[in-house]
């Protein structure tokens, strides 16, 4: 079977769980500059480039990896939210970007099959994209609404090449993750869609879109209903929500996606909301309680955890959900649906 059929497989039999950051747990590895840096002699000041971290201390990454799996996570994604050649050009880094991320697939790859040889789960490597610090939809110069730093063919070729080293390494499915801007957005599946012509294979993809407010809107302001009507073409493998609120917060906007998306639905909030410090004080037995209801409400098929969360938030999480029948894909009526900022559907 392909990935894509090995995942529908395991997805219909239970609740899969997907991992939780890396950038919380490489903190408290407590890595010096040199650390970061290792011996790739950047000029750059290197400390908080945790996406170079796969490259200069694979142990550190691949023992964050094992530690999610004991945790009993099936979707493991790789550590390059910021491995790409726009964000990694801040640290001086972006002649480094394929090798981070060919690194970053390997190291999980290798984890995942010992792991799956030995007690015979099926589990998958994500790889991740993030959104860029650049955003095609909205200028950041308030006297300028029509300037941007960064055009869609550029976007395009930044997510190609750190897509095509995701796989190279390794990767089963490519996560656009933490979505904020949907223009970003459609220039990352453009970018899947050349190469797998190019490779001639089948590149499953997961989108996982973030909100900016509780009214349930994106930065480039597009509504939870209006995004999937604006990917649904791309017919991911999954759809989702991650980041920008914890459970509480998120439910209401997994619970309406669940009703409209014709596809397997994954969720990783935070850790609840942050302290007046920034941190996440939220427990394990507290995140896995709000997404229990879920669970028990039918309205997800994969469940992790993103900012704040540990290993033991999902471990928590796994406990709470095990045994619990996921949500059953819903067949929709197909009427034509449009999407502006706002959904719009002219019945069939």
Known sequence: MTKREDFETAAKARILIKDGPYGTEIQRAKLSPEDYAGDT?????????????????????????????????????????????????????????????????RIIREAVDERSAKDGIPRFVAGAVGPTNKTLSLSPDVEDPGFREVDFDTIVDVYREQCAALI??????????????TLNC???????????????????LMISLTLTD??????????????????????????????SFGAEQLRPHVQLLSDIADTYLMAYPNAGLPNDLGEYDELPETTASLTRVWAENRRINALGGCCGSTPDHIAAMARAVEGVTPRTVPEVEADMQL???EPFTIAA
């Open 339 to 341: 999407a502006g900022l």
């Open 214 to 243: 509780l009214s349930g809107r994106n930065l480039s302001g597009h509504t939870v209903e209006a995004f999937w009507y604006t990917v649904r073409h791309a017919k991911p493998l999954t759809i989702g929500l991650n980041c």
């Open 41 to 105: 002699g950047l000029n750059h000041d290197q400390k908080g480039n945790n996406d170079l971290v796969n490259l200069t201390q694979p142990q550190v990454i691949r023992k964050i990896c094992d530690s999610y799996i004991d945790a009993g996570a099936h979707i493991l994604a790789t550590n390059t939210f910021n491995a790409n050649r726009i964000s990694q050009a801040d640290y001086g880094a972006e002649g480094l970007v394929r090798d981070i991320n060919v690194s970053a697939a």
């Open 168 to 181: 190279e390494g390794g990767a089963d499915f490519i996560l656009i993750e933490t979505v904020f801007d």
């Open 186 to 204: 459609k220039a990352a599946i453009m970018a899947v869609k050349q190469l797998e012509r190019e490779l001639g294979t089948d590149i499953p």
